[in-house]
């Protein structure tokens, strides 16, 4: 039995063979004993695609913007030529008669809407003093802050009767029926009291969105 030459060749095979002498016969080549041993490595599957994130919608809130300050207008704030010859009204809210007193009459030239009227004592300078307020409000309604002084709620004022030609235009407690719409007023402002002082007086205006207008003061008579 011819013996086998065992041979490695390239790629790692490894082949068997023998040598038959010198006879010049070709040696028989048997192949490979063994079978080249390769490791394959499954790769993993890739990852679904992960989905994007949802658009977040970014909604701007809405902003509703204040509204401006109601607009009301004082032409002229004047003592009218009736004051001290009439008697229409007395001291307290919600009293339309003649009381014996001649009353303090005012003619106002306003335009806008109003909720109340105010007719306050002042210093020579133009200060409230709260030495004699009168206005429509009643009751427990608060007089505003910026003019309130030492009396801040309607019980604690003089009455202040509103014409508006020949119609009254307070309820029958005193204060005003009915806001004053928008527009044009002539308005005559009638005030009794056997204390009213020999004082100079400024007028102001309250709308129904709380905005005061401050009217000019009227020097002593």
């Not at 809407?113 to 004592?121: P, R």
């Not at 009767?161 to 119609?167: F, P, Q, R």
């Not at 007086?201 to 002593?220: E, Q, R, W, Y």
Request: proline share 8%; glycine share 10%; with cysteine.
């Amino acid at each position: 039995m011819k013996p086998w030459t065992r041979m490695t060749i390239a790629g790692g095979a490894t082949v068997l063979f023998t040598v038959l002498g010198c006879g010049g016969d070709k040696p028989v080549v048997k192949g490979p004993d063994t079978t080249p041993s390769a490791t394959t490595t499954a790769s993993a599957p890739s990852a679904a695609p992960s989905a994007s994130a949802a658009p977040t919608a970014s909604a701007s809130a809405t902003v509703t913007p204040p509204k401006p300050a109601m607009k009301g207008t004082i032409k002229s704030f004047t003592r009218s030529a009736l004051s001290g010859t009439v008697d229409k009204v007395g001291e307290k809210d919600g009293n339309y008669k003649p009381d014996g007193v001649k009353d303090v009459v005012f003619d106002l030239d306003y335009e806008g809407a109003a909720t109340a009227v105010f007719v306050m004592t002042t210093d020579r300078e133009g200060t409230l003093t709260s030495e004699f307020d009168a206005d429509c409000l009643v009751g427990e309604q608060t007089i505003p802050t910026e003019i309130a002084g030492l009396l801040n709620t309607g019980k604690t004022t003089a009455g202040l009767a509103i014409y508006e030609g020949d119609k009254l235009l307070n309820g029958k407690d005193g204060g005003l029926a009915a806001p004053l719409a928008e527009g044009p007023h002539k308005l005559s402002l009638y005030i009794s009291s056997k204390n009213y002082p020999k004082s100079a007086v400024k007028v102001f205006v309250l709308l129904p969105d709380g905005t005061l207008v401050k009217g000019p003061m009227l020097p002593v008579k």
